[in-house]
């Protein structure tokens, strides 16, 4: 049973330019949730995706927007990046099929911008 | 709205030893879920242990246990027979029930984390 993927592993980009980060949920969960963690911090919540739709969201500003596709994979971009966008970007899935619905994360990707 | 706190930035155990990772919360809701994830230095988030807070019990996964006192808002997890492995950094985590019409509950709050050592 594959977990939650996510894919590059390591990126670096420069101040300005555009990002966009991947994420496959684990097999069975139909919502997507997205976390920046900046070095030394707890993540932070960035929004959470199901049925193809932002559904909640964190304070993030509109640079960062996000897609989710039919078969529940997402898409996290963020448009001119700031140095300050430099941090590990964690995905989480989860399954909305009772009232626990515990999120499982990916390994996450790590974003330097210079 | 809802705040994770953890005061310990860091905790150092002898391997086989028991060691208690402090977390308290704020919150005014009467329901809702608390985690402790673990994140080893590959930065993958492992789910620890969950606990619901209508659950007077108190979870346990093998060697880790909490303790919920929902009085006081403190959640802590307990490591008995600390091993090599457990080195990692340790975040607690608050989320409120799930509300779909009105899209609410869906976000983890993080604590700062406690960074953990084990001694051989």
């Known amino acids: 049973d594959a977990g939650v993927t996510q894919s590059p592993t390591h990126l670096i980009k420069t101040r300005g330019q555009q990002v966009t980060l991947r994420c496959s949920p684990k097999?069975?969960?139909?919502?997507v949730s997205w976390y920046q963690q900046a070095l030394g911090q707890g993540p932070q919540f960035i929004f959470q995706?199901?049925?193809?739709?932002?559904?909640q969201r964190g304070n993030f500003p509109d640079r960062f927007s996000g897609h989710q596709f039919p078969n529940y994979s997402s898409e996290l971009n963020v448009n001119a990046l700031l140095l300050g966008d430099s941090a590990l970007y964690l995905c989480?899935?989860?399954?909305?099929?009772?009232?626990?619905?515990?999120?499982?994360f990916g390994p996450g990707t790590r974003l330097l911008v210079l | 709205a809802q705040t994770v706190t953890q005061s310990q930035p860091e905790m150092s155990v002898q391997e086989a030893e028991t060691v208690t990772l402090s977390c308290t919360y704020d919150?005014?809701?009467?329901?809702?879920?608390l985690f402790w994830y673990k994140q080893p230095p590959s930065r993958q988030m492992i789910l620890v242990i969950r606990?619901?807070?209508?659950?007077?019990q108190n979870a346990t996964e093998n060697r880790f246990s909490v303790n919920f006192q929902k009085a006081a808002k403190s959640f802590s997890l307990k490591i008995s027979d600390s091993q090599l492995g457990d080195a990692a950094m340790y975040f607690c985590?608050?989320?409120?029930?799930?509300?779909?019409?009105?899209?609410?509950?869906?976000?983890?709050?993080f604590g700062q984390g406690t960074e953990l050592s084990v001694k051989p």
């Open positions: 606990q619901e807070a209508y659950k007077q």
């Open positions: 097999s069975g969960h139909d919502t």
């Open positions: 985590a608050y989320r409120s029930p799930n509300n779909w019409i009105y899209n609410q509950g869906g976000k983890l709050i």
């Open positions: 995706y199901y049925e193809e739709e932002e559904r």
């Open positions: 919150t005014s809701e009467s329901d809702y879920y």
């Open positions: 989480a899935s989860s399954s909305r099929d009772g009232r626990s619905e515990t999120q499982y």
